[in-house]
Each structure stands twice: as C-alpha cells, then as structure tokens.
T-cell receptor, first 111, second 117 residues
C-alpha cells in the first residue's frame, strides 16, 4: 500500500530532551519536506530534501536537524535548542515540482 | 522569495451559498499553484492544482480555482457550500528556491471555512 507513514502519532517530550520524528515513504518520490503547524500560523517549512545526502534549511530550521541517508526516509530531530517545540509536525513528499503528498502528522507536546 | 497570502483567516457561509477563498502569491517566475484541505488532526489533501495550460482548474468535491497572472491570484470557489466542506484550506506555491537548485513549496496561513445550516 503506497503512502507516507509518520510515527508516532503523539509524542511527549520533557524539557531538555531531543526527540526524533519518523517519516517513511514508499512512493519513490525524490523530494521530502518537514513542516510545522501552529494555530493561525499555517504551515512553516523546517527542512527539505531533493536527493539523498542533501537537504536545505527552510524558514524555521533553528533547533531542528534532519538526515537523508535513504530515499525512503527523512527523520526530523527536535533538539533541546528548540525552545517552543509543541506543535503539529507534517511530513510531505513530492516528485519534482508536482503536488505534495502528506502524512497524517505527529503531535508533539512538551511536558 | 515566494510568499502566499490568504485573505481572511476565517470565512463563514450558509449551506448552499457561494464559497470564495482568496489567495495571492508572489513569485519571480511562473509558479505551480495548489489548494489543499485539512480536516482536524489530519494531514493535507490536494483539492486542485495549476501547472500550465488552462487557467481555470477543476478539483475534487466541486471546487475550482482560476489562475490570474495579472492579479497574481488563485482564488478558490465552490458554487454551493455543503456542511462537509467545513475544514481549513491552504493555498500553496511551488517554484525554485533562491539558489535555483531545488523546488520549494510555500503555504499560506490557511482559511478556516465554517458552513452554517
């Protein structure tokens, strides 16, 4: 079954901890994106990648890190340097300049 | 740098009324344009897209949008609202990033559509 899988669906982080959000795809898409969604803010781009072993910072990359070691996987780490990490995180994929396909999201909460 | 502006963070219509959600973009080159819909606690689903060709594009669930280059707009319309249309709608633009090496997808802040019975 083709698609994008984000896990976990809900994640709780203690202050000062790093956490990693998973995004896996079997659509064979080259491009992968991470967005953060806050109420009233829309979707803000964190990082994106067009090919393996290459990625670019988006508009709000500070406090986040990514890797792209495989075409299928684009994990996002929320580091302790991110002071306000509570948000809904969405992973997306695309083939070239075509439309993006989205996962179901991970809701991260700091406790 | 590209940007997307959605006029009105919240639009309320009556069931059966016209839906009009506004989107303006800025881009240095002809962009690809998209409208997405999001239901609570879910990912985004593509409604329609403009790439090239006909400027009036039709999407799912009776929605359509018109690309107007002179106005840099891509407004979303539906002739008759249904209760199931209540959701948040996002306009997005895709074009090359400043380095010219990668496509970057930028979203507006979204418009929450409420449909009243």
């Amino acid at each position: 079954d083709g698609g994008i899988t984000q896990s976990p669906k809900y994640l709780f982080r203690k202050e000062g901890q790093n956490v990693t959000l998973s995004c896996e795809q079997n659509l064979n898409h080259d491009a992968m994106y991470w967005y953060r969604q806050d109420p009233g803010q829309g979707l803000r781009l964190i990082y994106y990648s067009q090919i393996v072993n290459d990625f670019q910072k988006g508009d709000i990359a500070e406090g986040y890190s990514v890797s792209r070691e495989k075409k299928e996987s684009f994990p996002l780490t929320v580091t302790s340097a991110q002071k306000n990490p509570t948000a809904f995180y969405l992973c997306a994929t695309a083939r070239g300049n075509t439309e993006a396909f989205f996962g179901q999201g991970t809701r991260l909460t700091v406790v | 740098a590209q940007s997307v502006t959605q006029l009105g963070s919240h639009v309320s219509v009556s069931e059966g009324a016209l839906v009009l959600l506004r989107c303006n973009y800025s881009s240095s080159v002809p962009p690809y344009l998209f409208w997405y819909v999001q239901y609570p606690n879910q990912g985004l689903q593509l409604l329609l897209k403009y790439t090239t060709g006909a400027t009036l594009v039709k999407g799912i669930n009776g929605f359509e949008a018109e690309f107007k280059k002179s106005e840099t707009s891509f407004h979303l319309t539906k002739p008759s609202a249904h209760m199931s249309d209540a959701a948040e709608y996002f306009c997005a633009v895709s074009d090359l990033n400043s380095g010219g090496s990668n496509y970057k997808l930028t979203f507006g802040k979204g418009t929450l559509l409420t449909v009243n019975p």
